[in-house]
């Protein structure tokens, strides 16, 4: 019996320990960001379906931090060549990546994405400010007194008499996600800061100033509806009163039900973003791991058809999959630069 | 109906039958309240179930159908293949857009400006050359005439024909312009436009246009692993409950593995996922996104459930079989492997197939090793890189574009077809071989 027991124990340790040598990969590897996903997939395929001898790229969507912390873990075929980002890369992700050898990075910016506030068509359009989105959203307001309190608002009247009287109802993404990320850094602070006593607290109380400006309610006035950006769209089709927070390609899809609310006066629309106009509005990146472009030359194919016009242009494929392209110039000194691959400099902050 | 007083018997106390038929009528209000109770809570899960199936086949059996142009293509020669050779090489390399592009002209003589023969050219899915390519590889003897070819519509206009999208909204709302509408119009009434069976959606890997989407990729990497999730999981699986069982001694190490074993089963799948990534991907060395990281993972998730069930198994078995086998002279291992295993498989299988069942459908663990990811190729063995069904229905469900609703929904009908065939499997196998005592 004993005997057995030790036969079952051997078969058991050998069968979970047998390794596998690391293997060639003959795609590209990319990473990041779910923002980004939907257009570095385009690309990818039409890499695919164009050149003859590459292999369509894998894309991961792991989110723009998992993806940085993938990039920079080092050189060598099981790390990605390429990174999607949805906010440029922060200085200690870069220390991170030449403190692991991947010294020259090439940064090449994409487009914009705006995120827009809208509601179900049935009802009428939302005339918004950053203030009002701010004051309806935030965990802590200011209390007229000098000092905060938990937010009290339970209307939209109560805000702002010009709005409607209709119960706070926001469903939007939740932490995990880099356009909640976004929308905290470019509508919460921006509406926090056109509140004179918060922006006054920014040089006295930087950490304080932070907290406030980037709490938002967790009383059911936010309504957290998951990464599904189309879930957003449905239950706003569901509850007219309701207000939804999505990527602009959303509301490209679904412009027949649901409709962009205008902020300080803009409506989102291509133009708007593309201007800047549009308050609410991110630039996006990808990332290329310079040490890589000689064992995996299809990087080159791969920036060369993201930076022609026929892909990232205002008329290109990915315009209809939702991306906001840069302004002419801008976009031939990128494309430049970026089939150069001129590496970046270390970023300030 | 009067109830009758308690009859008061001689030694001062109630009559005890009588105490019985007094409690009768509340009692069995009680037994009928529990048996509604537990009807209705059938009944609501019921409602449930046929809720959620409504609303996916509702929404998904469209993705069943596809909408194709018919195009009158002229094959010519000299666009083809200019030097006559029949080289397969040339022939897959020609400009089979160009073909297309110049049939649309054909059919629409009136558009002339550039904008308006990109919208038109637009109607036609970016997936037609490859079809044209194909075609014309498959019948090369019909270069040099004109064939007319049915090619996918892009998806804006496979929503249109399948009534996604509502014509009686102004035009700046629509996605689909009303010019465009004119055509659709005039090719559907040539007959040139109609909705057929959607092949591409079994044959096809994922992509970014919904027209062009299909689940193969998919089901060929759920195959690979889970067929490699049966080769590991099972032997070690049923080793392990048969040495815990039938040899193990009973002390304080079984006991702490017993317990553990049975806290595994609990433990949130994606700590599987942390696991394999530190261990097979970090320290071993195993390429990422392949079903082989996969299964592994998967392994260390079902390994619980098939041991729990296959020990339960085990434990039905009667001792009077392992005596009778011991009593004519056969070893331990012998009573084992002759009379105990034969008639506890059934329900080791069972629990097996529960146990796959639930990989099956299982995205979190695979979220660590890189295996949601879009994957075009379809995955040909087990260190390709792969990604699984339930994956592929997660990623289409976040797509922004309208065609992957009905194509989620779709993707899940699959996915539901495959559980239910391993469930009945696992029903199937009890009932035709347990055996009662």
């Given amino acids: ?349 | 109906m009067n109830k009758p007083a308690p009859q008061i018997t001689p030694t001062g106390r109630p009559n005890p039958v009588d105490i019985v038929r007094a409690s009768l009528k509340r009692r069995y209000a009680r037994e009928r309240r529990f048996r509604w109770l537990g009807a209705t809570a059938v009944l609501i899960g019921l409602l449930c179930v046929v809720l959620l199936f409504a609303d996916i086949i509702l929404k998904g059996y469209t993705a069943f159908q596809q909408t194709y142009i018919r195009l009158p293509i002229a094959l010519e020669a000299e666009s083809i293949d200019p030097e006559g050779t029949g080289a397969r090489a040339a022939i897959e390399d020609a400009d089979y857009l160009a073909l297309i592009r110049n049939a649309l002209f054909e059919l629409f003589p009136e558009v002339r400006d550039r904008q308006e023969r990109r919208l038109l050219t637009s109607i036609v899915s970016v997936g037609a050359p490859n079809l044209v390519r194909e075609y014309v590889l498959a019948h090369p003897d019909r270069i040099g005439t004109t064939q007319e070819i049915w090619v996918p519509a892009t998806a804006d206009i496979d929503m249109l024909m399948k009534g996604h999208i509502n014509r009686d909204l102004p035009e700046a709302e629509r996605r689909v312009k009303d010019q465009t509408l004119g055509w659709i119009d005039r090719l559907a009434a040539e007959g040139r436009i109609a909705k057929r069976f959607n092949t591409p959606f079994f044959v096809n890997g994922t992509s970014r246009e919904p027209e062009l989407a299909g689940i193969a990729g998919a089901l060929m990497g759920s195959f690979y692993t889970l067929l490699l999730t049966l080769i590991l999981s099972f032997p070690i699986g049923v080793g392990a409950a048969i040495y815990l069982e039938e040899f193990a001694p009973r002390n304080r190490w079984t006991d702490l593995i017993e317990i553990n074993i049975n806290n595994l089963a609990a433990v949130p799948s994606i700590v599987f996922g942390l696991l394999g990534l530190a261990v097979f991907i970090g320290f071993f060395g195993m390429p990422r996104s392949t079903p082989l990281v996969g299964a592994l993972v998967l392994t260390l998730m079902t390994l619980p459930t098939i041991i729990i069930a296959s020990r339960a198994a085990l434990k039905s078995v009667p001792p009077s079989i392992r005596e009778a086998a011991l009593g004519v002279g056969a070893s331990s291992l012998q009573t084992q492997f002759h009379h105990v295993l034969p008639l506890a498989m059934p329900g080791m299988l069972t629990g097996t197939i529960i146990g796959m069942a639930q990989a099956l459908g299982e995205t979190a663990p695979l979220l660590m090793i890189g295996m949601i990811a879009f994957i075009v190729d379809i995955p040909q063995g087990f260190t390709d890189m792969a990604t699984v069904l339930p994956v592929q229905i997660y990623l289409w469900a976040d797509s922004p574009e309208r065609g992957f609703v009905e194509r989620t929904s779709a993707a899940i009908m699959v996915l539901l077809a495959f559980l239910f065939a391993m469930n009945l499997a696992a029903v199937l196998l009890r009932r035709r071989f347990e055996r009662r005592w």
């Fill in chain 1, 1 to 349: 019996m004993k005997q057995s027991a030790i036969v079952v124990a051997v078969t058991l340790a050998a069968s979970s320990a047998f390794s596998v040598p690391a293997m060639a990969r003959d795609t590209l590897y990319i990473v990041g960001s779910s923002t980004v996903f939907p257009f570095s997939t385009a690309v990818a395929e039409a890499l695919g379906r164009s050149k003859k001898g590459i292999k369509t790229p894998k894309v991961e969507s792991t989110g723009t931090g998992g993806g940085m912390k993938l990039f920079c873990a080092g050189v060598g075929i099981n790390h990605p060549d390429i990174t999607n980002a949805s906010r440029a890369i922060k200085a200690s992700e870069y220390e991170t990546c030449q403190a692991n050898g991947v010294k020259e990075i090439t940064e090449v910016k994409i487009g914009f994405d705006g995120i827009v506030i809208a509601n179900s068509k049935t009802s009428g359009r939302w005339d918004l400010n950053l203030k009002d989105l701010y004051l309806a959203l935030a965990k802590d307001v200011p209390d007229g007194k000098g000092g905060f309190q938990p937010n009290p608002y339970k209307k939209w009247n109560e805000v702002n008499p010009d709005l409607p009287d209709l119960k706070i109802e926001v469903l939007g993404p939740p932490p995990t996600s880099g356009t909640r990320d976004a929308f905290v850094e470019l509508a919460m602070e921006g509406g926090c800061n056109s509140i004179s006593e918060i922006k006054a607290l920014k040089k006295t109380d930087e950490k304080k100033h932070k907290a406030v400006c980037q709490g938002i309610r967790e009383d059911g006035a936010y309504i957290e509806a998951g990464e599904n950006d189309n879930l957003i769209v449905q239950k706003l089709i569901a509850n007219p009163s309701a207000l939804g927070i999505f990527g602009y390609s959303f509301l490209d899809q679904n412009t027949d039900k649901i409709q962009g609310s205008k902020v300080n006066g803009v409506e989102p629309k291509y133009e708007t973003i593309s201007t800047g106009q549009y308050p609410i509005s991110r630039s996006l990146y990808f990332y290329v791991k310079n040490a890589h472009l000689e064992s995996f030359p299809a990087i080159k194919d791969y920036v060369t058809e993201f930076t022609s016009d026929k892909a990232w242009g205002p008329n290109g494929y990915l315009a209809d999959k939702g991306l906001i392209a840069l302004p002419d110039a801008e976009r031939k000194a990128i494309a430049q630069k970026a089939r150069a691959f001129t590496p970046m400099e270390k970023p300030s902050h």
